[in-house]
């Protein structure tokens, strides 16, 4: 689960990278649009036990995004989602 939901990651900042290519990838409101991505366009509400709704899962990103980790930041992404959302 956790490999899938790492690669739902990546895809989601693929596709937000190339949404906002025109604007050199500079979005200030990132979080609710990968929030609205993760549960729409992707896999992910299957793979937790507790979806949260847009405006919960933006918070969460952007409180993730202030996290000091080191490495890869899908894989801490990924850890702190699970421990949140899945019972």
């Known amino acids: 689960m956790e ?5 739902i990651l990546e895809d989601t900042a693929e596709a937000h990278h190339e ?3 025109k604007q050199n ?3 200030p ?24 709704d847009e405006e919960e899962l ?3 990103l952007k409180e993730l995004d202030q996290d000091e980790h080191k ?6 992404y990924t850890k702190e989602l699970l421990k949140r959302y899945r019972s």
């Open 3 to 7: 490999e899938e939901i790492n690669q």
């Open 19 to 21: 949404a906002f290519k």
């Open 25 to 27: 990838g500079e979005d």
């Open 29 to 52: 409101e990132w979080p609710s649009w990968y929030a609205q991505y993760l549960l729409i366009k992707t896999r992910f509400p299957d793979l937790v036990s507790i979806v949260p």
């Open 58 to 60: 933006a918070n969460v």
């Open 71 to 76: 490495g890869y930041w899908q894989s801490h």
